[in-house]
């Protein structure tokens, strides 16, 4: 994942260095419960509820630091925020998974992870010992009256609200199957479960308010071919009851880190990678380590959505020449070639043209589809890679940006045109006939970086506006303004789709912003601008929400909670709730209107 330059000494030098390594050092102070006195400005009146953020918060055992940083324990925080009285509290603890704490109190690894950590011995101790470990450290969200602490490759751990005490993995009600192997015979979901065999879940499940929904799907290897077998799930978001499910596969050695959704399909942009498993089999490393990405094109992979306009439409494969690496998706949406949309411009290049399939239908009524469709996709990549190890020479202690050795991330826009699936169906075969998934249709794809180029990570929309064509808004974690090498993030900035414009605020000096969740704003009256029931009554994006992340004050040694107004959100923090100590560097997180 190398840049094309070293990153410039304003961003990355020295002193930096230094102030970005405090960002991860273990925290030695959880669980901590207090109120936050340290209050600069004021929360705003209408933010009343509890936001939630999950990242590794422990990096070693013993004399041990673990290899990777991602390798690190799940640490959860909770903001409890009355903006009406002006008070705030938080609270953090440790995701307590039985695994934990096994390590705790043996204060030894004893368990092998994704990103190289394992038990001392080498391959006596860990050849063929294929279970890993469930740090839960990657995100943290909440639907159906449940907060799960979510990793990709293990079940969701389901957590109190109120205490963040872990109180045990989250199968919803035996709907996903706990097993010690995330593997699949393929010979069907009743066997696999009588073999002991399980699945594991995204750590990105997405929300589609306009039908109340939370979307997630779960994954399985398979012992024999190289499709990964996905099932894909739609909760309603209130009860938590499964609504759909669909069975699919993806033409994939791993399973994407994020996925897409549009009213019509999932989407999923898979990374082009191949997986050599006998190191990880012997021992020898763990399972990044035994990826590699090959520098060939990206695909595409659409499934449909049950009950959407594509309901009738089988999946399908958009295959490109564009070698980007997709991390994660800001947002997609479609819409009819032949409607008026209005071009987001941006600097950057690079497109690919590529052969899908696509095709007949799978039991309704098929419907004609006048136009081609556009789908449009906003995704934080590494804008190309080549062959070599997946990760390079990102993650060990700390991730550094010395020589330019890390790729910068930049948001890409991707414009996928899709022809009707009438046409599909002329090219599928003869009259009736069953086929697994779409043919011979051609699709296009057209890639640009946005944002001015600039380096970027972790996207989010307003959620009222998830999958949804009136999205104008992208909030994001900024590093660098060139783009042409990766760096710490400095700041925060908004994309607007429109008009190609960016706002960003700056950090000061040895400061470090970690990723934004993005808050819904009441209306003058105190109203939900959202509706009773989470959905835009407003018919377009005009930046009406609260952009919330943390941030580390390395000069300090403390972190914060920043909040900043999504439409001004250049004047930088309305509010900074500072705690009494740091918090590492982390990742994902979400927002709950109910107060905990």
Not at 80 to 102: I, W
Not at 167 to 195: C, K, M, N, Q
Not at 516 to 523: K, L
Request: glycine share 10%; charged share 20%; aromatic share 8%.
């Amino acid at each position: 994942m190398q840049s094309t330059a070293p990153p410039t000494t304003d961003v990355w030098n020295d002193e930096i260095k230094v102030a970005w390594t405090k960002a991860y050092q273990s925290v030695t102070d959880a669980p901590a419960e207090y109120v936050i006195e340290d209050i600069s400005g004021t929360i705003p009146a209408g933010l009343r509820g509890s936001l939630f953020r999950n990242g590794p918060g422990n990096f070693e055992r013993g004399e041990t630091r673990y290899e990777h940083v991602l390798d690190g324990d799940g640490l959860l925080c909770k903001f409890s925020l009355d903006g009406a009285k002006g008070t705030a509290s938080f609270s953090s603890r440790f995701v307590r998974t039985p695994e934990f704490v096994q390590e705790e109190e043996a204060d030894a690894v004893l368990h092998r992870n994704t990103f190289g950590t394992q038990p001392e011995g080498g391959m006596i101790n860990n050849a063929f010992n294929l279970i890993l470990k469930n740090p839960a450290n990657t995100n943290v969200q909440s639907w159906g009256g449940k907060l799960l602490a979510l990793w990709e490759a293990a079940l969701p751990c389901r957590i109190n609200p109120r205490t963040l005490e872990f109180e045990d993995v989250e199968t919803f009600g035996g709907v996903l199957p706990s097993g010690g192997l995330t593997v699949t015979t393929g010979l069907g979901r009743d066997f696999d479960r009588s073999l002991g065999l399980g699945v594991a879940f995204t750590a990105h499940p997405r929300e589609d308010r306009k039908r109340k929904r939370v979307v997630g799907w779960s994954w399985a290897a398979p012992v024999v071919g190289d499709d990964l077998a996905i099932t894909l799930y739609e909760w309603d978001s209130r009860s938590g009851e499964v609504v759909h499910e669909t069975e699919a596969s993806l033409p994939s050695a791993i399973a994407p880190h994020d996925f897409a959704l549009t009213d019509s399909w999932y989407v999923f942009a898979l990374n082009a990678m191949e997986l050599r498993l006998v190191p990880y089999v012997l021992g020898l490393t763990g399972p990044v380590g035994a990826l590699l990405t090959t520098g060939e094109g990206v695909k595409l992979r659409l499934v449909p959505r049950p009950g959407g306009p594509a309901a009738h439409r089988k999946p399908f494969t958009v295959e490109t020449n564009d070698p980007y690496f997709a991390i994660h998706h800001a947002a997609a949406f479609e819409a009819n070639a032949a409607a008026p949309a209005a071009a987001a411009s941006g600097s950057g290049s690079g497109s690919g043209e590529s052969a899908a399939s696509g095709s007949s239908g799978d039991g309704g009524e098929e419907e004609e589809e006048a136009a081609e469709s556009v789908l449009t996709l906003y995704t934080a990549a590494w804008p190309q890679v080549g062959q070599g190890p997946f990760l390079g020479d990102w993650g060990g202690d700390v991730p550094l940006y010395d020589d330019g050795k890390i790729s910068p991330t930049l948001l890409l826009k991707s414009t996928i045109r899709l022809p009707p699936s009438s046409t599909a169906a002329s090219l599928s075969g003869g009259e009736g006939e069953e086929v697994a998934e779409e043919v011979a249709v051609k699709a296009t794809v057209e890639r640009v970086a946005v944002a001015d180029g600039a380096c970027i990570d972790h996207p989010h929309v307003d959620p009222r506006f998830e999958g949804d064509h009136r999205m104008r808004y992208i909030y994001m974690s900024w590093c660098n303004p060139e783009g042409e090498s990766g760096s710490p993030p400095i700041g925060w900035s908004r994309y607007d789709t429109v008009t190609g414009e960016s706002e960003t605020w700056k950090a000061p000096k040895n400061t470090f912003c970690e990723e934004v969740v993005v808050i819904p704003r009441p209306t003058r009256d105190g109203s939900r601008s959202d509706g009773e029931d989470g959905v835009a009554t407003t018919p377009r994006d005009v930046a009406d929400v609260w952009v919330a992340a943390m941030m580390f004050d390395a000069d300090k040694g403390r972190s914060c909670l920043c909040i900043l107004d999504g439409d001004s959100l250049s004047a930088g923090p309305v509010c900074q709730l500072w705690l009494r100590s740091s918090v590492p560097h982390g990742l994902h997180g979400c927002f709950v209107p109910e107060l905990f």
